[in-house]
């Protein structure tokens, strides 16, 4: 009896103590981990946190940069509503998108399903299409921008080859918002096909195996399997697509300046040449926080859209 509580006694201890030493490692693990992420938490405030609430700040007053900063509240709010060449970026933006999203998911798509076919020299076919992500945007614009140009580029001269007589690219509205979207394509579409490779590799192969029992072809089974499942990734490339719809820069800046008449010219750019050429870095931040505005209500209407979908 007495050697039975001896050892219950001897067992309490040693549990306490493992507990004690797990305690202690739990918060020596806690520090470690904090000590290690301080780093990309430091970098984070100084470089995100900050600005953001600099921009926020900034868009209330009237600050060019020269001179002293001045409190202006809303006012830059309701400059916005009068401000025609900013609704027209608007408006671009959204023709924009609605070519660019809907051809960068389908394009993207189509090319992760070519690619991951077992034929000959696959990799290769891959990497010509990977390695447009990996440029530069500044630069594929600029070899873009020689060939479109309409009296010496490479595309006008394939053209009258065969009798047809190229337009001017860059400088007719309708064309040069065609240029923008597809160099904006070719840019971005090899890093949505590697995403939609991993989702398909992802479904499972039986799904394939006793659709081809049953004697689906290839276009049912990628409509009836491959589609369906690939919605999560879809929903991903699609966002990011938006996103990046929004926000395009580059291509518009290189490629045609925003012209002709400002039919190409992106949101971006336009707080671009308000606060850096104009320098009225007050207003620009209001335009500035309208846009983060408008992405995070098309983000949230996308979600919405893909899960109504889903359901």
């Not at 010496?152 to 080859?161: A, E, H, K, P, V």
């Not at 840019?187 to 039986?206: D, E, T």
């Not at 336009?270 to 620009?284: K, R």
Request: charged share 10%; glycine share 6%; no cysteine.
């Amino acid at each position: 009896m007495r050697w039975n509580k001896l050892n219950r006694a001897q067992e309490g201890v040693i549990s306490l103590n493992s507990v004690t030493k797990k305690s202690s490692f739990n918060r020596y693990q806690s520090r470690a981990a904090y000590f290690l992420i301080a780093p990309t938490l430091i970098l984070f405030v100084i470089f995100m946190v900050i600005p953001i609430g600099m921009a926020i700040f900034l868009s209330f007053t009237n600050y060019d940069i020269i001179s002293s900063m001045e409190w202006v509240g809303l006012d830059n709010f309701k400059r916005l509503i009068d401000d025609a060449i900013l609704w027209k970026t608007f408006r671009n933006v959204g023709l924009l998108t609605l070519f660019y999203v809907p051809l960068m998911v389908i394009i993207s798509l189509l090319l992760a399903v070519l690619v991951t076919q077992p034929f000959r020299g696959v990799t290769m076919f891959r990497l010509a299409f990977y390695m447009p992500t990996v440029t530069s945007a500044v630069a594929a614009s600029i070899v873009w921008l020689w060939m479109l140009n309409s009296e010496y580029g490479l595309i006008n001269q394939m053209l009258s080859y065969i009798g047809i007589a190229g337009p001017a690219w860059l400088s007719e509205s309708a064309p040069a918002m065609t240029s923008v979207i597809a160099v904006t394509l070719w840019l971005g579409v090899g890093g949505n096909m590697i995403i939609y490779m991993a989702g398909i590799k992802g479904i499972p192969a039986q799904l394939y195996e006793a659709a081809k029992i049953d004697g689906a072809s290839a276009f049912k089974q990628l409509i009836h399997i491959t589609f369906p499942m690939l919605r999560p990734t879809t929903l991903l490339i699609s966002t990011m697509t938006l996103i990046g719809a929004l926000q395009i820069f580059d291509q518009a800046y290189v490629l045609t300046q925003g012209g002709p008449a400002n039919s190409t010219k992106t949101i971006v750019y336009h707080i671009y040449t308000t606060g850096f050429e104009q320098l009225q870095m007050g207003y620009a931040s209001s335009q500035a926080l309208v846009l983060t505005i408008a992405i995070l209500i098309f983000t949230v209407i996308n979600f919405k859209i893909n899960q109504n979908k889903a359901g």
